[in-house]
């Protein structure tokens, strides 16, 4: 059960509430829906068949993914889909909103945000008052927009990352209904263009002249670490140690722990762009990689890098 804000003919907007549930023993949805949305019902139940995948043909999917058993006993099944969403802008606001937090807190985020922002609804159902603001309504509060999803517990870069979803949802760069075209929205964001630029200058063996815009969400000890990942120069390296004195020098501290800097190391999602290969144990250990320490070798060797005082390490760790 949820509320529901929809544009009709005219623009004229519908508010009200729907409830969907499952009926056994005829294999179908049973949709109930306020009077308030009857004008828009089409819309209603194209947006119910999206949000339970009812669109696809699950002979055709599992046909083709019914080899998946051979590797696995049971991981496709007939009749399996994919779960869609009601309201698009909605859904991915809650995709910003669970980054690197639980499921139930991003839950209540959004909540306060809805209750907040949202359109207040009578529905005399405990818990259904308002409707999730649109992405105009998210435009339209006054800047910074830090100062209004801050106080709700939005942290300053998702609140960021929600506006600029709004304002490009809103000028069309980019489409999340139904009617998107996967091909051309992937095609249609710069920065793809840029990272496979940059990926097929540094796979040729060259240095990139240039840095792909990159967004890292995390604590400001992690931020201060990958900034100085990416000034670790093209084709050397640099010990844990050494990156944490360079840290400490920045801090005004006397001395920096290797091993949190480490770990900060390792909460780097943004591998090769963002070099944390290039950092090294303090006794010549390629240590400390992701992706794997075979990776990490061919990388390094990629950069020309003097591989004569690494080795690979059989246990245990050395920063």
């Known amino acids: 059960m949820r509320t529901v804000r929809i544009k009709g003919r005219e623009e004229k907007t519908f508010c009200g509430f729907i409830s969907v549930k499952n009926h056994p023993k005829k294999n179908v949805l049973v949709v109930s829906l306020s009077d308030t949305l009857l004008p828009v019902l089409p819309q209603v139940l194209a947006r119910v068949k999206r949000l339970f995948d009812l669109y696809c043909e ?18 496709c099944i007939p009749g399996i889909r994919v779960p869609g969403c009601f309201e698009s802008f909605e859904m991915a606001v809650r995709a910003v909103l669970g980054q690197q937090i639980t499921v139930k807190a991003a839950g209540t985020l959004a909540g306060k945000i809805a209750k907040t922002y949202g359109s207040p609804m009578e529905t005399g159902i405990e818990g259904l008052t308002h409707t999730f603001p649109t992405a105009e309504d998210i435009i339209a509060l006054p800047r910074p927009i830090e100062e209004h999803l801050g106080v709700l517990g939005v942290i300053a870069s998702r609140s960021r990352c929600i506006l600029a979803l709004a304002q490009k949802l809103v000028s069309g760069e980019i489409v999340l209904d139904g009617s998107a075209d996967p091909e051309h929205e992937e095609r249609n964001v710069p920065v793809f263009d840029a990272v496979k630029k940059w990926l097929d200058i540094y796979f040729s063996g060259r240095e990139p002249d240039f840095m792909p815009p990159v967004h890292m969400i995390g604590s400001e000890f992690r931020q201060q670490v990958w900034k100085l990942l990416r000034e670790i120069p093209y084709g050397e390296t640099i010990t844990y140690g050494g990156l944490a004195k360079r840290l400490a020098r920045e801090r005004g501290l006397e001395r920096m722990s290797a091993q949190a800097v480490g770990g900060a190391v390792g909460h780097n999602e943004i591998s090769i762009i963002v070099p944390c290969h290039r950092v090294v144990g303090s006794d010549g250990s390629l240590t400390g990689y992701a992706g794997g320490i075979d990776k990490k070798k061919r990388l390094l060797m990629l950069e020309s890098v003097n591989m004569d005082h690494f080795y690979v390490p059989t246990r245990g760790t050395a920063l």
């Open 58 to 75: 699950p002979n055709v999917v599992y046909e083709a993914l019914q080899t998946m058993n051979e590797i696995r006993p049971g991981s």
